[in-house]
């Protein structure tokens, strides 16, 4: 225990380049006491209105309340969603010397409707088109190489950011510059991110990667599905989330695996952003599998006690293993 903690106090002294599609988390908090007079949904009467950071932007704000430093590679918009964006970035004082503004792309937005503690509806306003700009990889190529990164994380949303030809450059910088990477995957580039560290998908997107269904619950199913995405990723290792079944390790020479820790679940939102975050910083510390896998399933599950994507601190996390 005093060995782990020692090392989460560790995490203040890493730099961590998160690469990926990023975004705003808007909220609409109400309550319902009514049906509509013309359609059968309900109506919500909006109290409150809340703008948060989300996606690769809310792994930057994870790894910050950590205690390490981000540095956010993503393209925005030039529009008033952008300007909402930077102006984020700003009261989190997160540094926005990686964003690229883009004058014919829409920052995306997804609004979330919520009453009672619970999602009613959700609104998406985004643009998916690939980016293909040459400056984009140049500015990315210009921003690993000036600074001491100690961890690379991959963000993927499918919002066009991340086109295969930035994911191998990207790689291929930092592997030759012995950066470790993790990738937090979803289905249009599920095979791009050859030669990672860690390959963190979830259950859902590894099921729509290899495009079949299989029984979770099977150790055989499990280790085959996933041992075939090691190899033909040539990763080191593939961290894969259960939802309420848990948490997976696979490498070339062990299976791991942990169960859910008994939690009272309010809201999925940003879970992954967060085990993301915090394995990132397990891998820049160099902790062993085991202990990596552990801290962060147990982070995980913390931020499902919370309405919204919020992000994790160090102190929770360290009372969390005390327990």
């Given at each position: 225990m005093d060995s782990i903690s020692s090392i989460l106090n560790q995490f203040?002294?890493?730099?961590?380049?998160?690469?990926?599609d990023a975004m705003i988390d808007a909220y609409m908090w109400g309550n319902i006491h009514r049906m509509s007079p013309e359609a059968p949904v309900p109506v919500v009467d909006i109290e409150k209105r809340e703008s948060r950071l989300g996606g690769a932007a809310n792994v930057a704000l994870n790894i910050q309340s950590l205690?390490?430093?981000?540095?956010?590679?993503?393209?925005?918009?030039?529009?008033?969603?952008?300007?909402?964006?930077?102006?984020?970035?700003?009261?989190?004082?997160?540094s926005s010397e990686g964003l690229q503004r883009l004058s014919d792309r829409n920052t995306t937005v997804k609004t979330r409707i919520i009453s009672d503690n619970k999602h009613v509806l959700r609104v998406d306003e985004e643009s998916t088109k690939p980016i293909t700009e040459h400056f984009v990889a140049t500015e990315l190529e210009v921003l690993i190489r000036s600074k001491k990164f100690d961890v690379v994380i991959f963000e993927d949303y499918n919002k066009g950011l991340l086109t295969e030809k930035?994911?191998?450059?990207?790689?291929?910088?930092a592997t030759e510059l012995k950066i470790?990477?993790?990738?937090?995957?979803?289905?249009?580039n599920f095979f791009a991110y050859k030669g990672v560290d860690i390959f963190k998908p979830n259950l859902k997107e590894i099921k729509e990667?290899?495009?079949?269904?299989?029984?979770?619950?099977?150790?055989?199913?499990?280790?085959?599905?996933?041992?075939?995405?090691?190899?033909?990723?040539?990763?080191?290792?593939?961290?894969?989330?259960?939802?309420?079944?848990?948490?997976y390790y696979q490498s070339k020479s062990k299976i791991l695996r942990e169960s859910a820790h008994k939690r009272n679940i309010v809201d999925v939102s940003g879970a992954g952003d967060t085990v993301v975050s915090v394995a990132a910083l397990a891998l820049a510390?160099?902790?062993?599998?085991?202990?990596?896998?552990?801290?962060?399933?147990?982070?995980?599950?913390?931020?499902?006690?919370?309405?919204?994507?919020?992000?994790?601190?160090?102190?929770?996390l360290i009372n969390s293993l005390k327990k």
């Open positions: 203040k002294d890493k730099q961590v380049l998160i690469i990926g205690g390490a430093k981000p540095v956010l590679f993503s393209a925005i918009g030039t529009d008033h969603y952008g300007d909402v964006f930077m102006m984020l970035m700003e009261k989190q004082k997160l930035l994911i191998t450059k990207a790689i291929q910088i470790p990477t993790i990738v937090d995957p979803k289905k249009d990667g290899l495009e079949i269904e299989f029984d979770v619950l099977s150790e055989s199913e499990l280790s085959k599905n996933v041992a075939f995405v090691l190899e033909k990723l040539n990763a080191k290792g593939i961290l894969l989330t259960l939802s309420e079944h848990g948490i510390c160099g902790l062993d599998d085991d202990d990596l896998m552990r801290i962060a399933n147990l982070a995980g599950g913390l931020v499902c006690e919370k309405v919204g994507v919020v992000p994790i601190l160090v102190e929770d």
